[in-house]
Nanobody
Framework: QVQLVESGGGLVQAGGSLRLSCTASGRAFSPYGMGWFRQAPGKEREVVATITAGTGTTRYADSVKGRFTISRDNAKNTLYLQMNSLKPEDTAVYYC????????????????WGQGTQVTVSS
């Protein structure tokens, strides 16, 4: 199975930017559909963005469209999330996820997960 390690979280002021990275190991990275999820205190984990294997088609939650960009570098086995114009409501633990099987996108019910990285946006 694949192992995922996130980095890049931290504290930032509203309007600022952060870039999260997720490095994969253990299995070939390129056939995995990948995604970023987040979970705020007292709330359910929600999908932020996904990117398919192969074509690299991306999708975003309405709340982050136009502000966040998901991308992948298969040569580096790394997934990214560029977050711009951050808002206090973006504060959460952000999780990298891989589909449970090759060519599948991750979902809340079926995925490999990283350990999470905290993002805190101050007002």
């Amino acid at each position: 199975q694949v192992q995922l390690v996130e980095s890049g979280g931290g504290l930032v002021q509203a309007g600022g930017s952060l870039r999260l990275s997720c490095t994969a190991s253990g299995r070939a990275f390129s056939p995995y559909g990948m995604g970023w999820f987040r979970q705020a205190p007292g709330k359910e984990r929600e999908v932020v963005a996904t990117i398919t294997a192969g074509t690299g088609t991306t999708r975003y939650a309405d709340s982050v469209k136009g502000r966040f960009t998901i991308s992948r570098d298969n040569a580096k086995n790394t997934l990214y999330l560029q977050m711009n114009s951050l808002k206090p409501e973006d504060t959460a633990v952000y999780y990298c996820a891989a589909g449970a099987q090759y060519w599948q996108l991750p979902s809340r019910q079926s995925a490999y997960w990283g350990q999470g990285t905290q993002v805190t946006v101050s007002s």
